[in-house]
């Protein structure tokens, strides 16, 4: 294996690992949603912010009546499209 594969194989995993880690967040904030995690919680906090920063593009994107459908799609759209593209990307650096 070349040093440039190397390289480029290394780089493609921190891509992917990056794209994982917000994903994460997002489903993290999801959960803690409709769980009813306590706001004044400082970790709940850092997530929600995390999550609003992330999903800024996607978020109120859809129009549900109840508000627990509204940040399922939102939030989770998100979080499909960074993994979708993170790993896209990810795969197409593996490959050269």
Not at 43 to 48: G, K, T
Not at 65 to 94: E, S
């Amino acid at each position: 294996m070349s040093p440039e594969s190397r390289g480029a194989n290394q780089a493609g995993t921190v891509v992917a690992i990056v794209a994982d880690v917000m994903a994460l967040i997002l489903g993290l904030w999801i959960l803690m949603y409709l769980l009813d995690a306590n706001r004044a919680n400082s970790l709940v906090q850092f997530v929600h912010d995390a999550a609003d920063w992330l999903a800024g593009w996607s978020h109120d994107l859809f129009t549900f009546h109840k508000a627990w459908a509204r940040v399922v799609a939102g939030y989770g759209l998100a979080a499909v499209v960074y993994l979708f593209i993170g790993h896209a990307i990810a795969n197409r650096m593996h490959r050269h």
